[in-house]
């Protein structure tokens, strides 16, 4: 775990001001057209690009390497030419980086979540969570079992926390667990004001939690490059006041 001095020496700061933009999407494993441009012109000028369902195909990875200093990712399975899971893309070398697997009970395919973290202007230490949440599976049991160790680095961890991506919480159950979940870590969910978010069941599946910062914008962009639709928030990092 981070606070227990596993971490790399500290090295730059992901952002060199007090703004930090980060673009969520479930890329869709780049099967439709469009996906390119899309990242091309809403993630390149982010912080941090969380994506689930991403493949590593040359073309994602070029991008990646041309934009980003880092780019780590959780595999959740191989396809027959590339891996598929979570890929976090980021301004800064993370100085931490734990993967984490669960797999679908019904299905027996694994989702991926990824956590890292990266040092702030202000030397704080910011902790990103990027997950793509178990699917199919029979109650909240698994769904909540995904949940528990990224609870207990959140908890032990001292500073701002992003935790966002894909969490598939399309029933009355997992919305409850999830929401409980981000209260009991202290997390804030980001509210959009025009919702365009992909639902399911009448319930939105992509959320960004965050803690120990502040909102200034925050948008979901439509698009047909996916089957969802990418968020992009921008965090001001000065600690908020408390209330």
């Given at each position: 775990?981070?606070?227990?001095?596993?971490?790399?020496?500290?090295?730059?700061?992901?952002?060199?001001?007090?703004?930090?933009?980060?673009?969520?999407?479930?890329?869709?494993?780049?099967?439709?057209?469009?996906?390119?441009?899309?990242?091309?012109?809403?993630?390149?000028?982010?912080?941090?690009?969380?994506?689930?369902?991403?493949?590593?195909?040359p073309?994602?990875?070029?991008?990646?390497?041309?934009?980003?200093?880092?780019?780590?990712?959780?595999?959740?399975?191989?396809?027959?030419?590339h891996p598929s899971g979570v890929m976090t893309l980021a301004?800064?070398?993370?100085?931490?980086?734990?993967?984490?697997?669960?797999?679908?009970?019904?299905?027996?395919?694994?989702?991926?979540?990824?956590i890292t973290a990266y040092p702030l202007p202000d030397d704080s230490m910011l902790m990103v969570v990027n997950i793509h949440a178990v699917n199919f599976s029979l109650g909240i049991d698994v769904y909540s079992k995904q949940l528990g160790p990224i609870g207990e680095q959140i908890l032990h961890h001292q500073g701002p926390v992003i935790m966002a991506g894909d969490f598939n919480a399309w029933s009355r159950q997992r919305i409850?667990?999830?929401?409980?979940f981000a209260r009991e870590m202290g997390l804030r969910e980001v509210r959009f004001t025009d919702d365009h978010r992909r639902k399911a069941f009448g319930r939105p599946l992509d959320f960004v939690f965050y803690r120990d910062m502040n909102v200034s914008e925050a948008s979901v962009l439509v698009t047909q490059a996916s089957d969802h639709n990418p968020l992009l928030v921008e965090f001001q990092t000065t600690k908020p006041e408390r209330l």
């Open positions: 775990m981070l606070h227990v001095g596993q971490a790399l020496p500290p090295g730059t700061p992901i952002s060199t001001e007090a703004t930090l933009r980060v673009l969520v999407w479930n890329i869709f494993k780049q099967q439709r057209a469009d996906w390119m441009s899309v990242l091309q012109n809403f993630g390149k000028h982010a912080h941090l690009v969380l994506l689930q369902e991403a493949q590593t195909t073309e994602l990875i070029h991008f990646a390497t041309s934009n980003y200093l880092a780019a780590d990712q959780v595999p959740a399975f191989v396809l027959p030419q301004a800064a070398h993370p100085v931490y980086c734990c993967p984490l697997r669960e797999r679908e009970p019904l299905l027996r395919l694994a989702k991926s979540a990824l409850n667990a999830l929401y409980r």
